[in-house]
């Protein structure tokens, strides 16, 4: 079946924080009136550079009074740094007064540091992350020491993990729960250096944890494949003021990712390289039309990081996107009312 759209923030944009809160609020809103399946916001915590966003379930209980249909996802709830009860609790909370439209997306987190800050021991990350993990299922199906109030009835079948590895992948999958894709992948070894032509491209790099998911599911368990992808479309007379501000927001990135030098690549490798679709429908269409794992996803997902244009771009890259460019993909673009609550239910049912 074709892919539906999401849309992904990181809300990063060059404002204060009440006002990074205004804008994705009412992007989340306009994603809805598009006819988005599900929109999604990032944890990061003590770090307004990296993201502006350290309280998701605030965020998207606001959402929720403001939306009817949407899906609201944690894209990632940095699970390692929550107490279990408290985030399945916040969870629950937020998918009664939703009307069960949660998508609970979950990770590790990246920083040390921030990890540290919250009485956390970096070294044993991924441990902490497991045993949270298992707390969090059962308390979410109903099979802990203690029941929630309010129970979050189906919310254990709409989990999701995010990983870079097919190892990862196969876990995700043994485990019957969604899987996150990211819009870049670390460079596989060998190919840092490499001429732009012979790059190793995500779709490439991220079919092996596809086929490792999918061999790893339960029988009769359906996949879930949420793949993030970079897309910026534009109307032709803003697209070259959109490129020439795209340039240092995409060297920041592959400086920080690949230790790419400023200067040492055009525009045109920098959005290869940090796998970017900056164009008219016509252009993004065709790019995005040779990700064989987009094409493949349940939901592609779409960010404009790490070009954070201006939110009234955004705002117009959402209805091109909507528009234009996912039918010109075959991609699915809205849902009827009456099909949301049983799709919620039917998630990863056997």
Do not use: C
């Not at 909370?93 to 970096?122: C, H, K």
């Not at 990350?125 to 969090?136: E, N, P, S, T």
């Amino acid at each position: 079946m074709a892919p539906t759209i999401g849309f992904f923030t990181r809300l990063l944009d060059e404002a204060t924080p009440a006002e990074r809160y205004r804008i994705a609020l009412e992007q989340i809103a306009q994603a809805e009136r598009l006819g988005y399946a599900n929109a999604w916001v990032a944890q990061h915590h003590l770090d307004g550079a990296e993201g502006g966003l350290p309280s998701p379930f605030v965020l998207l209980a606001a959402a929720a009074a403001r939306t009817s249909r949407i899906g609201l996802g944690t894209a990632i709830l940095t699970l390692a740094h929550e107490h279990p009860a408290r985030a399945a609790e916040d969870a629950a909370v937020l998918d009664t007064i939703s009307g069960g439209r949660v998508e609970l997306g979950l990770g590790t987190g990246g920083s040390p540091r921030t990890l540290s800050a919250f009485g956390e021991d970096p070294e044993h990350r991924r441990a902490i992350y497991d045993a949270k993990l298992v707390r969090l299922r059962t308390l979410l199906a109903g099979t802990a020491d203690v029941e929630l109030h309010p129970r979050a009835e189906g919310l254990d079948r709409r989990i999701w993990q995010a990983t870079f590895s097919a190892e990862g992948a196969g876990a995700i999958g043994a485990q019957g729960d969604g899987l996150m894709l990211s819009r870049v992948q670390p460079t596989p070894a060998g190919t840092e250096g490499a001429p732009p032509r012979v790059w190793p491209r995500v779709w490439d790099v991220q079919r092996r944890l596809v086929d490792a998911y999918l061999e790893a599911l339960p029988a009769g368990v359906a996949p879930h494949i949420l793949a993030s992808r970079s897309v910026v479309v534009v109307d032709a007379d803003q697209r070259d003021a959109v490129r020439a501000h795209a340039e240092g927001g995409l060297t920041r990135q592959l400086q920080q990712l690949h230790g790419v030098t400023p200067g040492s690549l055009t525009l045109d490798e920098l959005l290869v390289r940090s796998e970017t679709h900056l164009g008219t429908p016509d252009e993004v269409a065709e790019t995005l039309g040779a990700d064989a794992v987009a094409a493949g996803a349940t939901e592609v997902s779409i960010q404009v990081h790490s070009v954070d244009p201006d939110p009234a771009i955004t705002a117009r890259s959402l209805e091109l996107f909507a528009t234009e460019v996912a039918p010109a993909l075959g991609y699915r673009v809205g849902r009827p009312d009456a099909d949301l609550l049983v799709q919620k239910e039917l998630t990863h049912v056997a």
